[in-house]
């Protein structure tokens, strides 16, 4: 039997690095295209590496001519001026070019829960989200012409031990060991879908190289219920630090710290209940495994480490102060 050949674009990003482990050790033959700079996530000793910078067309054409692979994953396309450069060197060479997009593109406020693959993709306060958006218009009106067969994932806020998934990241870790306040928005109630990228993995890699995949879109996401609240109370007690709750409207929030619109108005304000049936469907052995409490764990422990990673940012501490005065 012919070994299936997967081009991944990225390969060592906090998504995509779970995503090449588990194709290698499913049997995929891995490339992964990237500028090769360091990364504190190595790549499988099975992987062939490119170099090439992904936002050159002349320097990805030429990393990749003559190559032909049954899928390609792309997670470094952002712009429809991206997309267009990424389609010019791929769509011609690949069975299946896979995008990943973002459950951030969904309708914002959400008219009707759970957002399902057909929610409406409008979300007028993330430029993030919009360029996301119109870079599905684009792969759909290609995959419709026949220049390119498509396939779309929607992974909501999905992570790693290296990622603190708060504003402010491991600043407002190190204000619950000290005891200080952490501001978190609304009133903590609000659901959010949180997703280890090791549980993501298993869903994309097993949508690779399927047929009834083409011209369809999937949300990838933990099925595990989770408040804001619950998030960061998950964080403290990995940190054995306390917890002191200070909630501000996000109308406020947005107002004083004006950097943090796109971020609660264009997406964490907002509930996020997402229907993946269409996945199981396609994927009916995927179970997620990792609940944000052992995520927590893991995020605190990759931190402690190494003091180097535990880096406070001053400004994110005085904002914090400022913001729960």
Not at 116 to 127: D, G, I, K
Not at 197 to 221: C, K, Q, T, W
Not at 249 to 275: K, M, Q
Request: some cysteine; overall charge negative.
């Amino acid at each position: 039997m012919t070994q299936k050949t997967l081009l991944v674009i990225g390969g060592t990003g906090q998504i995509s690095a779970s995503c090449v482990r588990l194709a290698v050790r499913d049997g995929w033959a891995v490339t992964v295209v990237n500028r090769g700079s360091t990364s504190i996530r190595a790549l499988p000793a099975e992987v062939e590496h490119l170099t090439a910078d992904v936002r050159d067309e002349e320097s990805l054409a030429g990393a990749l001519r003559g190559r032909r692979f049954d899928s390609v994953a792309d997670f470094l396309t952002f712009t429809p001026e991206q997309l267009a450069t990424m389609l010019r060197v791929v769509a011609a060479s690949t069975g299946q070019y896979v995008f990943v997009g973002s459950a951030s593109t969904y309708q914002k406020p959400p008219a009707v829960l759970p957002i399902t693959e057909a929610t409406p993709l409008f979300n007028p306060w993330s430029q993030y989200a919009r360029d996301k958006i119109a870079c599905e218009r684009l792969l759909r009106d290609e995959h419709l012409a026949g220049r390119v067969r498509a396939t779309v994932v929607r992974p909501s806020h999905t992570y790693d031990e290296t990622h603190v998934p708060l504003l402010g990241g491991w600043t407002v870790i190190d204000r619950m060991r000290r005891g200080e306040p952490v501001v978190l928005h609304g009133d903590g109630t609000s659901m959010w879908a949180m997703t280890h990228s090791d549980d993501f993995a298993p869903a994309f890699v097993g949508l690779l190289g399927r047929d009834e995949a083409l011209g369809e879109a999937y949300n990838i996401m933990g099925p595990e219920l989770l408040t804001w609240n619950g998030i960061v109370r998950c964080l403290a007690d990995a940190a054995g630090g306390s917890l002191q709750l200070v909630h501000r409207t996000t109308h406020d929030l947005v107002e004083l710290a004006p950097e943090w619109d796109a971020d609660l108005r264009g997406d964490r304000s907002h509930p996020a209940l997402f229907d993946t049936t269409k996945i199981r469907a396609l994927v009916p052995d995927w179970e997620p495994r990792v609940p944000f409490a052992e995520g927590a764990r893991q995020i605190v422990a990759w931190h402690d480490a190494d003091a180097s990673r535990r880096v406070v940012d001053p400004a994110v501490d005085a904002l914090h102060d400022r913001l729960s005065a």
